[in-house]
């Protein structure tokens, strides 16, 4: 299953989302783009963080799921107080930040429910397992360097007795 796109966009409150689209593959069920179900929902007129998620499962169970981030901002310009976020170089004031230097959850008052921290998983995509045929290829190579071993050790044992 892969994403079309970036895992994580970013968007200005008002700002119309379109869906930048995914792709499922599997190795015996071939396109399986068509059974990938999305489900979270994106309010473009809220800021907050959004998670979409898509999964799709093969004929055989396999399941695998992505998650797409979804960050809807204020409008720039727009923000509902006076401060500037400046302390006029005042170190005992503290500034009107977001967040803090030290990471973590970001919560400006503005929330849909969802906690944001800042490790967002971003891989390029996750592939359905393999139905187990690469485990039983090593047994079956295990098994022959075994038997060539033993069959090696009694002709030698046989040429020397």
């Keep these: 299953l892969t994403l079309k796109g970036s895992h994580s966009i970013t968007l200005t409150k008002g700002e119309k989302y379109e869906e930048p689209g995914y792709k499922a593959r599997d190795n015996a069920d071939g396109d399986l783009t068509d059974k990938v179900a999305v489900s979270g929902k994106v309010d473009t007129n809220k800021v907050g963080a959004y998670t979409l998620t898509y999964t799709v499962s093969d004929s055989s169970g396999n399941k695998t799921s992505v998650e797409r981030m979804i960050i809807v901002n204020e409008e720039p310009g727009t923000d509902k107080?006076?401060?500037?976020?400046?302390?006029?170089?005042?170190?005992?004031?503290?500034?009107?930040?977001?967040?803090?230097?030290?990471?973590?959850?970001?919560?400006?008052?503005?929330?849909?429910?969802?906690?944001?921290?800042?490790?967002?998983?971003?891989?390029?995509?996750?592939?359905l397992p393999n139905t187990a045929t690469s485990t039983y290829n090593w047994i079956l190579a295990g098994t022959i360097i075994i038997v060539a071993g033993i069959t090696l050790f009694v002709i030698q044992r046989r040429r020397k007795a």
Aim: glycine share 20%.
């Design 81 to 127: 107080d006076d401060n500037d976020g400046s302390n006029n170089g005042n170190s005992g004031i503290d500034a009107d930040t977001p967040s803090d230097s030290t990471g973590g959850t970001v919560n400006n008052g503005n929330s849909n429910g969802t906690n944001t921290t800042g490790n967002t998983n971003t891989h390029s995509g996750s592939n």
